[in-house]
Each structure stands twice: as structure tokens, then as C-alpha cells.
Nanobody
Framework: QVQLVESGGGLVQAGGSLRLSCAAS????????MGWFRQAPGKEREFVAA????????HYADSVKGRFTISRDNAKNTVYLQMNSLKPEDTAVYYC?????????????????WGQGTQVTVSS
């Protein structure tokens, strides 16, 4: 399994943007599909976005579709989450996760490794 470290979280006003990064260790990063999940206070962790090993297939939660973009750079062992038009309801701890298959998934249980999370706070 890969080790994952997220960065890029912070405090932003509603309507603003942030880009999260998730750096992965190991030489087999390109063999892993990747995902982003989030957990707001008092709520269960939920799916945000996923990307296949090549970057050719992506999936998004309806709540972020059109505002968030997931991408990856296999040469840098990094997956990104570009978040635009942020809303207060996007406030959460954001986690990246890896799945040792070619295709992504929306199910938390399909992902084997998780980062420690990065806090995103959107003020109104």
C-alpha cells in the first residue's frame, strides 16, 4: 500500500478556491486509482471524487460536480483536487485514499490506504 499525505487545506471565503494535493510514496502510484472523501463535523465521511489510474476516468459527487476537479500527475506521485466556487457546506476534513485497481470507486470500503486529512473551512 502507498503512504498518503494531504496538503493545501485552509480558510477561504465563500466563492473562493483551494487546491488540495495528496502526495503518495512508492514506485507503483500509477497502479492505483485515487479518491477524495470528506467528513464534516457530526457527519459521516462521504465521497467527493475519484480518478482512475490513468486519469482518463473521473467520478464526482453530485454536490461538487461542476465546481471540483480531480486530476493526477503520475510522474510526481500526486493527486489533486481543485475546488472552485466553494460554499460553507464544503467545510470538512478532506481525505485522499488509494485503491489498488485501475478504476476508481465511490465506496469508502473499496479504498485501502488513507491520508491523515486536511481541514478546509469556508466562511460565509
Amino acid at each position: 500500500q502507498v503512504q498518503l499525505v494531504e496538503s493545501g487545506g485552509g480558510l477561504v471565503q465563500a466563492g473562493g478556491s483551494l487546491r488540495l494535493s495528496c502526495a503518495a510514496s512508492g514506485r507503483t502510484f500509477s497502479m492505483y486509482a485515487m479518491g477524495w472523501f470528506r467528513q464534516a463535523p457530526g457527519k459521516e465521511r462521504e465521497f467527493v471524487a475519484a480518478i482512475s489510474w490513468s486519469g482518463g476516468n473521473t467520478h464526482y459527487a453530485d454536490s461538487v460536480k461542476g465546481r471540483f476537479t480531480i486530476s493526477r500527475d503520475n510522474a510526481k506521485n500526486t493527486v489533486y483536487l481543485q475546488m472552485n466556487s466553494l460554499k460553507p457546506e464544503d467545510t470538512a476534513v478532506y481525505y485522499c485514499a488509494s485503491r489498488r485497481t485501475l478504476l476508481g470507486s465511490t465506496r469508502e470500503s473499496d479504498f485501502g490506504s488513507w491520508g491523515q486529512g486536511t481541514q478546509v473551512t469556508v466562511s460565509s
